[in-house]
């Protein structure tokens, strides 16, 4: 049974860094592609950042050039690095796995809240 373990969110000022981070398990077929959706309170999910399973990255226009997506293979688990963050980004971040043999999850989500 694959399962999905997000942490990092939290509070922070407009400016600030928070680090997100979702450690998967459970899939014989391994994980191909990760990434990170957010959804603010009264608005649809959107895309926030996804890899690869050979590192290749997508962003949303909204974050190119203050977040940045990582993974660690050996630990199966995906990052999302953010910085210079605004009351904007307010939301709860979901991570989003595809396993190898094409299954989708979703974990529980985080809530980040950028405020003053």
């Known amino acids: 049974q694959v399962q999905l373990v997000e942490s990092g969110g939290g509070l922070v000022q407009p400016g600030g860094s928070l680090r997100l981070s979702c450690a998967a398990s459970g899939s014989r077929f391994g994980f191909n592609l990760m990434g990170w959706y957010r959804q603010a309170p009264g608005k649809a999910r959107d895309l926030v950042a996804v890899i690869t399973s050979g590192g290749g990255t997508n962003y949303a226009d909204s974050v190119k050039g203050r977040f940045t997506i990582s993974r660690d293979g050996t630990k199966n688990t995906v990052y999302q690095q953010m910085n210079t963050l605004k009351p904007e980004d307010t939301a709860v971040y979901l991570c989003?796995?595809?396993?190898?043999?094409?299954?989708?999850?979703w974990g529980q989500g985080t809530q980040v809240t950028v405020s003053s």
């Open positions: 989003r796995i595809t396993t190898g043999n094409l299954y989708t999850y």
